[in-house]
């Protein structure tokens, strides 16, 4: 999969559907497309769920645990 005009051992990285592609060599040396979180939605997340954690630390720890596992599901 070709993003670019330039040779993939240039370091370009494509922003697409919340995540970051780039080009990245594999074990044997061939370039490949590689994907990971776009680090603004990651900051996001991780918000989130420290904002759930501090509205539902007054709960008991099973109850707890719950919301906080649901929230990291996402139901």
């Known amino acids: 999969m070709r993003f670019s005009r330039f040779h993939p ?7 697409f559907l919340g995540f970051e592609l ?3 060599p594999d074990r044997g040396g061939t370039p490949r497309v590689m994907r990971r979180t776009v680090r603004k939605k990651l900051k996001g997340a991780r918000l989130r ?3 759930g ?5 007054h709960l008991s720890g099973r109850p707890f645990i719950r919301k906080l ?7």
């Open 9 to 15: 051992s240039i370091r370009r990285r494509v922003t």
């Open 49 to 51: 769920i420290k904002n």
């Open 69 to 75: 596992n649901r929230r990291l599901i996402g139901n």
């Open 53 to 57: 954690v501090k509205h539902h630390r």
């Open 22 to 24: 780039y080009w990245f």
